[in-house]
Nanobody, 117 residues
Framework: QVQLVESGGGLVQPGGSLRLSCAAS????????MGWYRQAPGRERELVAT???????NYANFVKGRFTISRDNAKNTVYLQMNNLKPEDTADYYC???????????WGQGTQVTVSS
């Protein structure tokens, strides 16, 4: 069974920074994609950024140049460094793991990010 545990959310002022972490445990195949999605109240969940075990990354346009995704494959951990945060970045952020094999996606429990003065 796969588990994802997130940490690092909180309250930050506009222009500030936060770093989210997500550690995966369980039966994890070496080839996989880990990423972050977010969901604001009243809105659908949307992609923020993903990173593959091979080193490729993908970002939503609204975070390019501000957020950076990175991975420590030895620790099955993915990070999201968020800089120059804006009030519209306020949302619950969810970690996602997609194995490169048939089967479901795995999700963390979510961590809340609030950007407000």
């Amino acid at each position: 069974q796969v588990q994802l545990v997130e940490s690092g959310g909180g309250l930050v002022q506009p222009g500030g920074s936060l770093r989210l972490s997500c550690a995966a445990s369980g039966s994890i195949l070496r080839l996989n994609t880990m990423g972050w999605y977010r969901q604001a109240p009243g809105r659908e969940r949307e992609l923020v950024a993903t990173g593959t075990s091979g080193g490729s990354t993908n970002y939503a346009n609204f975070v390019k140049g501000r957020f950076t995704i990175s991975r420590d494959n030895a620790k099955n951990t993915v990070y999201l460094q968020m800089n120059n945060l804006k009030p519209e970045d306020t949302a619950d952020y969810y970690c996602n793991l997609r194995l490169w094999a048939p089967g479901p996606d795995y999700w963390g429990q979510g961590t809340q990010v609030t950007v407000s003065s």
